[in-house]
DNA sequence: TGAGCCATGTAAACGGTTACATGATTCC
DNA sequence: GGAATCATGTAACCGTTTACATGGCTCA
């Protein structure tokens, strides 16, 4: 029992219901208000595996209308609040990925004529300004709020969230700066080099 | 012929096909020494791409056998360059995508004992440093020789990775401190906040 | 009355990994 | 002779997004 096989989306979903009960809806939202940057989850995802994991009997659903509008609302059960707690302290097996075209593309930036390289850099330190700024105004007020009521780790995890987003801004700028210098002064080639050949 | 319609795996082909000709065998090594950390593909995605691609008229294919052993090699057509090309420049459409499950164990560090969310922090920190370690023995080298053949910009995304994980590794060290630290005074409510229940 | 939100779902398509299979060559 | 590497592939499975569908409630 201690050994866990937790879809990556049940993993979420077991978290957040262990606050209080939510329905599939409810769920969605709150994702999309914190960890969507790092673990979201789509519709498509979360009503299937609710009734998988009421099936399991990690979880049950409580019919809870508003009025005449239908509603089902889902809390753990014990068998559930284990399999979380399990999860959450396994050290053992995580999931860890990062996909990004902007660097991709920065990748083969020796193929392509140096402003256009130039302009890539520009639209990805873009690309992480702008995310930032999403992140400052969507995510942090969510996360002061609930640090605000004894919840902290939601906050530190925004922290590392607009920290990185930060960093790769920086990190961008500084490059566009390095390759700008580098196109007005033809560079020297580095130390115990042969010379560099660019198309 | 300019909207670009190129699948995620095909991207990182045709990029490095455009270097030299390859197999399908040769991609996927150069793949694992360079772009795999934000960009990988296996062989169930490489050799049935490399087929569509040729269908499409972007590659061509070229038997050069190694001996009595079967090869394929494949090179780009100008059609597959301007599809590169065209890709390589289009900064409207990109993928980015982070998926951390440290971070969301982390999340959740409010419904654990402190020692066990620290233990996750500690065990996130290891993740980061042990993969930077990775990164500069088995990444570095590589693009390091690249750089001194004139490819610059393999070495520029070696950069921004070693960075980020070496950011990733600090940040992680710093929580773990202020968490240590709070463990150890019982910390004032922050101001303008009712008392915190942690279980 | 209509926009926007609340609420629940499904089907198709997509992209990817894993596991398996095969066989030649090279090097110790 | 056996291990490692070169080389090519496929089938099954998994997880996810997107698009579509439906309908009630609330408020301007």
Chains 1, 2 share one sequence.
Not at 17 to 35: A, C, H, Q
Not at 182 to 198: H, I, N, S, W
């Amino acid at each position: 029992m201690s050994t866990i096989n937790l879809s990556p989306t049940a993993r979420v979903i077991l978290g957040l219901l262990r606050f209080r009960p939510k329905t599939g809806y409810d769920i969605k939202n709150v994702i999309e208000l914190s960890t969507r940057f790092f673990w979201g989850a789509s519709y498509g995802q979360i009503y299937p595996e609710l009734k998988r994991l009421e099936r399991a009997g990690l979880v049950a659903s409580e019919a809870s209308p508003r009025g005449a509008r239908k509603r089902t609302e889902y809390r753990l059960t014990p068998k559930g609040e284990e399999a979380l707690d399990a999860w959450l302290t396994d050290r053992e097996r995580w999931i860890f990925e990062y996909r990004d075209e902007w660097l991709l593309r920065l990748f083969f930036g020796d193929l392509l004529p140096p402003e256009e390289a130039l302009a890539n850099v520009r639209a990805a330190r873009a690309f992480f300004t702008d995310t930032a700024r999403l992140f400052r105004t969507q995510i942090e007020p969510h996360a002061r709020e609930g640090a605000a009521e004894g919840e902290q780790f939601p906050l530190l995890v925004y922290e590392f969230g607009i920290g990185f987003l930060e960093w790769a801004a920086r990190w961008y700028a500084r490059a566009e700066e390095r390759l700008t210098r580098q196109g007005r002064e033809p560079q020297p080639p580095p130390a115990g080099t042969r010379a560099r050949g660019r198309r």
